[in-house]
């Protein structure tokens, strides 16, 4: 098969960029490992920011969010013996998030291309991908292969697209937080109204709204910890003794189910193109799971991506596909930079002999200046509901 743009990988990076290609009179074809059905059933992500939403509705990419989507723009602090809360919305001139199961979104974007007449392939992993300096590169996959002018990978941290840019080109820097994070599905005895951060010096524990009955909760771990060195009366006691509000008491927690363990780390690679192959979302960047950003993250590169490949196809102007790797290497350590200060208010790094008292006064100050009128909870909001606007 020959077309203009082939993209590996059907998450919201790929199928964003896609969309918005096809709908330009862009021909696209996309390749995705999973079936159908496992990309929509798949979930992960479901807190979506305020310049995501806005791309989305400007694309008409939105209307399945819009519609069933639920509008959040506050969340709770809790402190022992205080409870605060950040509207963040208030402060950030009206952005919130919008809370929408990210295979929901899939599902929505699936359809989408399909109305705009992209067939995409199901079930057909890229096994290689050909880029010979000054030719037009190719994907590989059983029974296909797709060679096109340009290559995008948006085929998620294991995906084989990033290995088509040599690993000295792709320069990776990471970081392993000295942490982990246990989560498990927690059912509840009515829905957890917003998102609660209890900070506490036994270590995090957070608890996010899922559906009436169910609550998604986090613990911080010892790094290196498995889901096994956590059973469930272990885990159940943990969130009662961190998550202990003084007012405005949390739903109960009862039967615990999908116990997990998040590794957290980060890795961005330091360069997002060579030649005519570019990746984009997780398969450029896995962010630490704070503060929400690995799927917004993904569909600002797709929006980046998708603008300048329209330039050079509609308007022979290559200057916005050249420069796309700097564009988007500052976007991305902004926010990563951002996950990293939430990742630091939000967890108890404790040596040896320190009881945690000193940092559980300094996060209680650094929680109240965030919670009080000021530039410096002004700021958080900004960056936490995502302002601004994407391409
Ligand atoms: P995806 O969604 O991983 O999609 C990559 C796609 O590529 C396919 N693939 C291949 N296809 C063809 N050939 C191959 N060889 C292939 N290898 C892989 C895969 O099957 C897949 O369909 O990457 P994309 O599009 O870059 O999107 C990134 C987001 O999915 C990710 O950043 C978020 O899910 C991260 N994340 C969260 N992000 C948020 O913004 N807000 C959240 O609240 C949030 N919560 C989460 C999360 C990630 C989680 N996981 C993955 C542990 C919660 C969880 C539990």
Request: aromatic share 6%; charged share 25%; glycine share 10%.
């Amino acid at each position: 098969v020959r077309t203009q743009v082939a993209i590996a990988g059907a998450g919201p990076a790929g199928l964003v960029l896609a969309c918005v290609l096809l709908r330009a009179g862009i021909a696209v074809e996309i390749v995705e490992r999973q079936p159908r059905e496992t990309v929509e059933q798949r979930a992960r992500a479901g807190m979506v920011e305020h310049r995501v939403v806005e791309y989305l509705r400007a694309h008409r990419l939105a209307d399945g969010l819009l519609a069933h989507g639920v509008r959040h723009g506050w969340c709770d602090f809790l402190i022992p013996g205080e409870r605060l809360r950040l509207d963040y919305a208030a402060r950030a001139g009206g952005a919130a998030h919008w809370v929408y199961p990210q295979q929901y979104l899939v599902r929505d974007l699936v359809a989408a291309l399909e109305t705009a007449g992209g067939r995409p392939y199901f079930a057909r992993p890229v096994t290689a991908v050909h880029a010979p300096a000054g030719e037009r590169p190719a994907l590989r996959c059983p029974g296909l292969v797709v060679e096109a002018d340009y290559l995008v990978g948006c085929d998620g941290p294991h995906g084989v697209t990033r290995e088509a840019l040599p690993a000295a080109l792709r320069d990776d820097a990471s970081h392993r937080y000295p942490y982990d994070w246990l989560t498990v599905l927690a059912e509840v005895d009515r829905p957890v109204d917003g998102v609660v951060y209890g900070v506490h010096r036994r270590g995090f524990a957070g608890i996010m709204p899922r559906t009436a009955r169910l609550a998604r909760c986090y613990l911080q771990i010892p790094a290196g910890d498995s889901a096994a060195d956590w059973p469930r009366e272990r885990v159940r006691a943990e969130l009662g003794t961190r998550l202990l509000t003084p007012h405005g008491a949390l739903p109960r927690v009862g039967r615990l189910t999908d116990t997990g363990v998040l590794r957290m780390r980060s890795t961005i690679s330091q360069r997002l193109c060579h030649g005519r192959v570019f990746i984009a979302g997780d398969a450029a960047h896995l962010l630490a799971p704070a503060g929400a950003k690995g799927m917004n993250a993904a569909v600002a590169d797709a929006a980046d991506l998708a603008d300048a490949l329209v330039r050079h196809y509609q308007d022979r102007d290559d200057a916005p596909l050249a420069g796309y790797s700097a564009r988007r290497l500052h976007h991305i350590w902004r926010v990563q930079e951002f996950a990293d200060r939430f990742l630091d208010l939000l967890n108890t790094a404790r040596p040896d002999g320190d009881d945690g008292r000193f940092g559980l006064h300094l996060k209680r100050e650094r929680i109240r200046r965030l919670t009080e009128d000021g530039p410096f909870g002004t700021d958080f909001a900004h960056q936490y509901a995502g302002t601004g606007e994407l391409p």
